[in-house]
C-alpha cells in the first residue's frame, strides 16, 4: 500500500522560508515520478515541480528560482525548500506519486497516490 505523508507546513511572512518533507512507503522510490502541487482556496490544484527516476527535475514557472525540489532515495524522502515566500503561496501542498518514471506535463489527473497535504500561509 502506497502511503505518502507531508510535514512541513506552517504559516511565516513574505519573504521566508520554509522546508516540506514527504515520507514515502510501498513504493519504489528511486524509480519514479514525485511531485509537489499545491492547492488555494476555491482554486484549481496546480503542480508545483516534480522529479523523475534520472533526477531531472521540471518547475512550474511562478516557483522557479524560488523553490526546489530534491529526494533521499535513501530516506524514501522528498523535499521542497521553499525561498522567498510570497502571500500568493499559500494554500495545501500536496506531495504526490506516479506508477512511472515519466513526470509528464505535471497534471494531477496523471498522478495516482496523494499525501494529505500540509498547509503553508504566508502573511503580507
Known amino acids: 500500500q502506497v502511503q505518502l505523508a507531508e510535514s512541513g507546513g506552517d504559516s511565516v511572512q513574505a519573504g521566508g522560508s520554509l522546508r516540506l518533507s514527504c515520507a514515502a512507503s510501498?513504493?519504489?522510490?528511486?524509480?519514479?515520478?514525485m511531485a509537489w502541487f499545491r492547492q488555494a482556496p476555491g482554486k484549481e490544484r496546480e503542480g508545483v515541480g516534480a522529479?523523475?527516476?534520472?533526477?531531472?527535475?521540471l518547475y512550474a514557472d511562478f516557483v522557479k528560482g524560488r523553490f526546489t525540489i530534491s529526494r533521499d532515495n535513501a530516506k524514501n524522502t522528498l523535499y521542497l525548500q521553499m525561498n522567498s515566500l510570497k502571500p500568493e503561496d499559500t494554500g495545501m501542498y500536496y506531495c504526490?506519486?506516479?506508477?512511472?518514471?515519466?513526470?509528464?506535463?505535471?497534471?494531477?489527473?496523471?498522478?495516482?497516490?496523494w499525501g494529505q497535504g500540509t498547509q503553508v500561509t504566508v502573511s503580507s
Open positions: 522529479i523523475n527516476k534520472p533526477g531531472i527535475i
Open positions: 504526490a506519486a506516479r506508477d512511472s518514471w515519466y513526470c509528464g506535463q505535471l497534471r494531477a489527473a496523471e498522478f495516482a497516490y
Open positions: 510501498g513504493v519504489t522510490f528511486s524509480s519514479i515520478c
